[in-house]
């Protein structure tokens, strides 16, 4: 049976490019996201239809055929980050209605309960000034202008997450050094799933540790 890893950060942090490194390694499946998201149209804020991309977000782990040889999934954003993260922004911004809000948190519910819970997360993150200038250009401008806001409700998802995780700073490690990441985590996930060691690698400074929800 296949175990879960969830990529979970804000924008500009690097997550896609972590799930691709990953997308190397044998028996790995990479869940990437396969909807138009509103965080990459450049449409006026005003004339995308929020209710329904984010349902097609939130849909989409349960479209998506893993392959049997698959002994590792790695999925790009979660549920979670849905109804902790981008809900409540859109619902602040306009984008969906009080109602729109509720019957997309029932979604996530409902996902949640049918789609494999992460045995592990990597939580990736940079300085505030590094994620602006990763998106300012390459994201829409009412998603720069609200970016503040969006990294506070990550900083209080971060604070409800709990089990096995590594906290990856993507402003001090090379995109080059992804693949070699990906497979150390791979390498170790065992040892902290199974037998409850926190392995380290020195090479790049990271260490698996455990969150408790606050």
């Not at 997360?121 to 609200?146: C, F, H, M, Q, Y």
């Not at 990441?181 to 409850?196: G, K, P, S, Y």
Request: hydrophobic content about 40%.
């Amino acid at each position: 049976m296949s175990q879960t890893v969830a990529v979970v950060g804000p924008c500009g942090a690097g997550k896609s490019s972590i799930v691709k490194a990953f997308s190397a390694i044998s028996g790995v499946f990479s869940m990437e996201e396969s909807v138009t998201t509103t965080e990459s149209c450049f449409e006026s804020y005003e004339k995308l239809d929020i209710a329904e991309i984010q349902k097609e977000f939130i849909l989409s782990p349960t479209r998506i055929t893993i392959p049997s040889d698959t002994h590792t999934v790695i999925r790009d954003r979660i549920e979670i980050e849905a109804a902790e993260v981008f809900l409540p922004m859109h619902l602040t911004l306009g984008g969906i209605t009080a109602e729109q809000n509720k019957e997309l948190h029932q979604l996530v519910e409902h996902v949640s309960q049918t789609v494999a819970t992460p045995s592990a997360l990597l939580l990736v993150n940079a300085p505030k000034d590094i994620l602006l200038a990763r998106i300012t250009g390459s994201r829409p401008p009412w998603l720069v202008e609200s970016f503040d806001y969006q990294l506070e409700l990550y900083e209080k998802m971060f604070r409800r997450l709990s089990g096995p995780a590594v906290l990856i700073d993507t402003s001090i490690i090379p995109e080059k050094s992804y693949t070699k990441i990906a497979e150390w985590l791979l390498q170790t996930l065992a040892d902290v799933t199974q037998r409850n060691t926190l392995p380290s690698n020195e090479q790049f400074g990271l260490q698996w540790t455990i969150l408790h929800a606050q």
